[in-house]
């Protein structure tokens, strides 16, 4: 498609009017350079924005009261009124509904996580009806992994682009006539649930041999503007593939949709009970980076200044106990001291004080990592960890490596696979495995194993997601298709009846 150029450029923002360039240009620039950041739509006093991590969309939300998540439950008729109101006087003012819904019973962990992609859907193709004002604030993103879903962009584009109303804007972005079009061999994402229109299917069947964009649209004989959105739209959802005069395609980055990983069973704090201190150590180190105040605590909402001292002496009094069972030179002391700044962070957000400056962490053996042989150094410790069958000892390492590597795929595998494998933290894995597939979502590995810890506690609708995935990224990995085909035969879905196309 043709660069966006149509735009007021500041060294951090973008900013527009959607009268001038199509929203489709945008947002497939900014899945393709792969960058992260906010991007926000303000249309008659409503502000919605799609939150993009390296391209994909991990977050969407809204201002209009009818794009809120209960409003959709109600439509979805998966809840009713009386349940949204029994679920907003539950909140006590910390939760999300969506929690409040679940841990009353009113819907499943399950339902929620579809729900809310369905819900970011409907917001971001809301984008593409209207016309308005549109800012990209290139930045890290924000969203918490635990809080992050997967809305796929290519399926968005297909369905989004059908809602624009300026089809000048989509003939402009068009290729030329005489450019080369073909359905894709490669989809990047599968079409499980997508109900497509009946002159995109006649487009699809037309592209399946190689052929000029005007030969296609005169083939198709449908309405002209019928016809060139149907193919733009294809186009920008991957479908259809522009072909170079040397035969070469560029291929889009594999991606699939999934629900909430907050509201995942894996994520509730079910885990079995530590057998010994390092395990509580590692248990206690990973949940207490996302919990709240009151949850670090111990404590009901609203509760009165002396149950928070008494709350953070007795945790403080706990961990010393469990500092002192561990040697002085194990780096788990570290995670210690870690864990109980936090308990004082969190009383002093409780109590509604400012935190004096903290003493540094003590430092025994902390593992200060500033180049490649240091980093050497720490995989060689988590070989001999391992080697020795010291798993916690191995774990404890492997948090260092992904601290001072943060954004190494690799190294967040690592610590996932090790994870997964361990008894108790076995449910502390999912997000890590979350991570790497953040830094790297075209590792056919990382989803493999990834379904395959889905696999183990019998969530096999996720377990599918990666292993398509999976196949999509490498269709040759034969673990995958191998595992797959035992969840998953012809179901007769428009995919599995199109797959001759795909080939």
Not at 48 to 60: E, K, L, Q
Not at 135 to 162: N, T
Not at 363 to 385: C, T, W
Request: hydrophobic share 40%.
């Amino acid at each position: 498609m043709n660069p966006v150029v149509r735009t007021a450029v500041t060294s951090t923002a973008e900013i527009g009017s959607l009268a001038g360039v199509a929203i489709s240009e945008i947002l497939g620039r900014v899945n393709l350079k792969e960058l992260s950041g906010a991007f926000e739509v303000s249309t008659d006093g409503i502000v919605r924005t799609i939150h993009f991590d390296r391209g994909f969309i991990v977050f969407a939300a809204s201002t209009s009261p009818n794009e809120r998540l209960g409003q959709c439950l109600l439509e979805a008729g998966r809840i009713t009124e009386e349940g949204i109101e029994i679920a907003l006087n539950a909140m006590q003012g910390r939760q999300r509904i969506g929690q409040a819904m679940v841990e009353m019973g009113l819907i499943t962990k399950e339902m929620l996580g579809s729900e809310l992609v369905r819900q970011a859907r409907t917001v971001a193709t809301a984008m593409y009806a209207q016309e308005g004002f549109f800012r990209f604030e290139e930045k890290p993103c924000r969203i918490p992994m635990d809080l992050r879903i997967s809305v796929s962009i290519y399926r968005l584009q297909l369905e989004g682009i059908r809602k624009i109303p300026n089809h000048a804007l989509l003939r402009e972005a068009l290729p030329v006539r005489t450019e080369l079009i073909r359905v894709t061999k490669t989809p990047a994402f599968s079409f499980d649930g997508v109900e497509f229109e009946t002159i995109e299917l006649d487009v699809m069947a037309a592209s399946r041999s190689q052929r000029q964009l005007g030969e296609i649209v005169d083939h198709v004989a449908r309405g002209l503007e019928e016809t060139e959105r149907a193919i733009y739209g294809l186009l920008c959802s991957g479908i259809l593939e522009r072909v170079s005069r040397d035969g070469s395609v560029r291929r889009l980055r594999v991606e699939e949709e999934t629900g909430n990983f907050l509201v995942s069973p894996l994520s509730a704090d079910n885990t079995e009970a530590p057998e010994n201190v390092p395990q509580a150590v590692l248990l206690a180190f990973e949940s207490s980076e996302r919990a709240s105040p009151e949850e670090l605590l111990e404590l009901a909402p609203n509760a009165a200044e002396v149950e928070i001292r008494r709350a953070f002496v007795t945790k403080i009094a706990e961990w010393d106990t469990k500092r002192a069972q561990l040697d002085p030179n194990d780096p788990l002391v570290t995670k210690v001291d870690e864990i109980k700044q936090r308990f004082e962070t969190a009383k002093y957000k409780l109590l509604d004080e400012s935190a004096p400056s903290l003493p540094p962490l003590s430092e025994p053996q902390k593992v200060a990592v500033s180049d490649k042989s240091d980093e050497s150094r720490l995989l060689g410790d988590i070989h001999a960890k391992q080697m020795t069958g010291d798993s916690e000892g191995a774990i404890t390492f492997l948090y260092e490596l992904v601290r001072v590597a943060p954004n190494k795929a690799k190294h967040e595998l690592m610590l996932a696979k090790a994870l997964a494998e361990h008894r108790v933290l076995k449910k502390k894995a999912e997000r890590h495995f979350r991570r790497a597939l953040s830094l790297d979502s075209q590792d056919a590995e990382a989803h493999y194993l990834l379904g395959r810890y889905y696999q183990s506690f019998d969530m096999s609708s996720r377990a599918v997601t990666e292993f398509e995935a999976a196949l999509a990224i490498s269709p040759q990995h034969s673990e995958t298709r191998s595992a797959l085909a035992k969840l998953k035969g012809g179901d007769g879905s428009l995919q599995e009846r199109l797959k001759g196309w795909f080939s």
